[in-house]
């Protein structure tokens, strides 16, 4: 079933955080509701439309930045109070804008994630929990990952309200009361939550299944109950699209059922719905130019009109509408809208007549101040929402860099070896300078975007060698007068590659690194941060903690188990192991630890490793082949006329060879980087039996020249 949705641009406000904008309940069954929407300026805005315009319902005034919204009320009745958090203190209106509350958390860190049942308040900090009663505390918890959402499921078929917080470390844990009831595994890092069953316009939760969705681009369903949960099904992203920012649930389909609407951080806006099998499929799909920080589903712009309603970063409200777009009106329809047209162009040539006014007296006022000896130059504050996130499918590093006014340029800095990859949807062009990096604090890597107009987006992807670690940074020039920049820095990990994951194979030959000192815990857990991605910077609560992660390029594997004064590292890969001593020698060496380091080596991982690498250096060996054929192949075919006396084989190189020079492009030094990891795999296995084997590497790379995995294996067991 095909859906068609108009887009109409509402208003727009300050830049937004997630889930900052909410619909208020309808008066009447298909009256229009107003939008209550929070910014980064402080200033939640209530507005409803009358006759195509947006009319204020009320403003506040600015103040500290707004980072979450949620409606609330008593149970049963519907939920039109508006909660808003900034800093740790949380604030309540009516839906005529009167403030009736004021509640100080007694937090020290900000309210980055909330919800409201009831009288039920449920606050999120980075790490730690808490549930208020009548604003009187009642519940705490400290987990053990940085909390990204929370929500609450209560139902007639549980004894009691059961809260579930999102965690970054791929788990969703479900409380009751202060204590960890059990915690459910998913895919990705879990970044909002949303309630699936809501009792009619009320939007208060009567069911116990809420919808999740990632980071990395996944949805998935999880009914909750009180002791476990069930996972009902799970969307992949296969498209690669970007994470998900905000999930509502709303029939716009008009078929009874409840559809998911669904924004994420790339400006992609779905609508899934149900057909006769329970998992949803993709109705409808629509891109704006931002991310989407809030969406949901409702009746804005006109009666009985739904819409799907989304708030972008940049703060612009904008309706994908039902309601058709008169293209073929009659005459007197067309005279009548063409009068409507005008006014509207005349009002806002007016306004825009008075802006340009404003903006030359201002440039005047500048001009002049300048001159004077006491005048100061005051530098444009503007705001960027970053994320340097490692994809799994492509071990890649994604930088995506988002600003609320159009960037001008963007300076890349590496002070380590990195690959820059081709996006699609990057359209800025980008130049390279020559690098120095023999120089102490040299440069390896110096390149520059130059945007388009109006580009206020920009997404990077970077590949890093594992075991080479630094900084890549990354300098932001937006299209502001004075000319300004901001700095924006990325720590590239030592063990860059590597993933958590909840649990590894142990039947696989593992090698084994243990180190015993006079460390504390929470020094050899900053040892670690150091080394690997997705560790919490904050110490974990208890004695000792083992983390499990997998290599995202190779697929080998690492668990690291350790306590004060005890360190335990296993891992299928003597490469991987090679790098975390060297490293952790080198940080407990700055910090004046003696250390006690032990290695037990099981030479069959060498082979294994081998054969983990063998499809991977088969598939761009043959890659590589067919790219320098493919030139030979189009002059011979030029030549003969067709290619119809080619051989099969050839024949669809030649059809295939634009997705063959795409994939190649795409994946720039991929099989130099496979030869370095077998000659570091083949170099630290010898290390470890005190050989030094430097001068064999020519030998080595003769025989990945001309390919083959037996001679391979017998070189490494013959040296």
Not at 240 to 266: A, E, F, Q, W
Not at 634 to 654: C, M, T, W
């Amino acid at each position: 079933m095909e859906m068609h949705l108009n887009r109409v641009d509402y208003i727009q406000v300050g830049v937004t955080s997630q889930k900052t904008m909410r619909l208020l309940p309808a008066l009447g069954k298909k009256a229009t509701q107003k939008v209550a929407i929070a910014d980064h300026d402080g200033i939640l805005t209530c507005f409803g439309m009358k006759k195509g315009e947006a009319v204020p319902v009320f403003k506040t005034l600015p103040g500290q930045k707004i980072a979450r919204m949620d409606l609330g009320g008593a149970v049963g009745t519907p939920q039109e109070k508006i909660f808003v958090c900034s800093g740790a203190q949380v604030r309540g209106f009516t839906k005529k804008g009167k403030q009736f509350l004021t509640f100080e958390a007694n937090l020290t860190e900000s309210i980055n994630a909330m919800h409201v049942s009831g009288a039920d308040l449920f606050v999120c900090a980075s790490y730690i929990y808490n549930h208020y009663c009548d604003c009187k505390d009642k519940d705490y918890y400290l987990s053990g990952d940085k909390i990204n959402d929370i929500t609450c499921v209560s139902s007639e078929n549980l004894t009691r309200p059961i809260p579930i917080l999102a965690c970054q470390d791929r788990v969703l844990r479900v409380l009751q009361g202060s204590e960890l009831a059990y915690d459910i595994e998913v895919s990705g890092p879990p970044s909002v939550l949303e309630l699936y069953n809501k009792d009619g316009g009320n939007d208060f939760s009567t069911g116990e299944e809420i919808l999740y969705g990632t980071t990395d681009g996944k949805i998935g369903l999880v009914q909750i109950g009180e002791h476990s949960a069930a996972t009902k099904w799970e969307i992949d992203n296969d498209k690669k699209k970007g994470g998900i920012l905000c999930i509502d649930t709303y029939d716009i389909i008009g078929d009874g059922v409840n559809d998911i609407l669904v924004g994420r951080d790339d400006g992609t806006v779905e609508v899934y719905g149900f057909d006769m099998s329970s998992e949803p499929t993709l109705r409808f799909e629509h891109v704006l130019t931002e991310s989407v920080t809030s969406i949901q589903g409702g009746c804005v712009g006109k009666e009985s009109y739904d819409e799907v309603l989304t708030a972008t970063y940049t703060g612009w409200v904008t309706g994908l509408t039902t309601e058709p777009q008169k293209a073929e009106a009659g005459h007197g329809d067309e005279v009548r809208m063409s009068k409507e047209t005008q006014s509207k162009v005349e009002s806002l040539r007016a306004e825009l007549e008075q802006l340009q006014v404003k903006v030359l007296q201002g440039r005047e006022q500048y001009q002049q101040t300048s001159q004077s000896s006491t005048a100061v130059s005051a530098v444009p504050a503007f705001s960027i929402n970053d994320k340097f996130t490692l994809c799994q499918d492509d071990a890649s590093y994604s930088l995506t860099l988002e600003v609320q006014t159009a960037i001008d340029n963007l300076l890349l800095q590496s002070d380590v070896p990195i690959d820059l990859l081709d996006v699609d949807k990057n359209s800025a062009v980008v130049s390279f300078s020559e690098c120095d990096s023999e120089q102490p604090n040299g440069n390896f890597l110096l390149a520059t975007y130059r945007c388009q107009a109006n580009t206020t987006r920009l997404e990077l992807k970077v590949r890093s060698i594992e075991g080479q670690y630094g900084t890549l940074q990354a300098y932001i020039t937006p299209r502001l007068q004075p000319k300004t920049c901001q700095v924006r820095q990325y720590q590239i990990k030592p063990l860059s590659l590597h993933q958590r994951t909840h649990n590894i194979d142990q039947e696989r030959p593992m090698n084994r690194l243990s180190l015993v000192g006079n460390f504390s815990f929470a020094e050899i857990h900053s040892w670690v941060v150091f080394c690997l991605p997705e560790v919490p910077e904050k110490t974990p609560a208890g004695e000792s903690i083992t983390f499990s992660f997998y290599n995202t390029f190779l697929g080998t594997q690492l668990e690291a188990t350790y306590c004060k004064g005890e360190g335990h590292f296993r891992s299928d890969n003597i490469s991987t192991i090679s790098i975390l001593s060297d490293v952790l020698s080198k940080e407990a060496t700055k910090r004046k630890i003696n250390l006690n380091i032990s290695y037990d080596i099981n030479d069959d991982s060498v082979s294994h490793t081998l054969k983990m690498i063998h499809p991977k250096l088969e598939y761009q060996l043959l890659l590589a082949r067919k790219v320098q054929l493919i030139d030979a192949l189009k002059e011979l075919q030029v030549h003969e006329g067709n290619a119809d006396f080619l051989i099969p084989e050839y024949r669809s190189i030649l059809d295939e060879s634009a997705n063959l020079l795409e994939e190649y492009k795409k994946q720039p030094a991929h099989l130099e980087r496979l030869y370095g990891m077998i000659t570091d795999l083949f170099i630290d296995k010898f290390k470890f039996k005190g050989q030094n084997v430097k001068t064999k590497v020519s030998s080595l790379l003769e025989i990945l020249d001309n390919y083959d995995l037996k001679s391979l294996l017998n070189f490494f067991s013959e040296v």
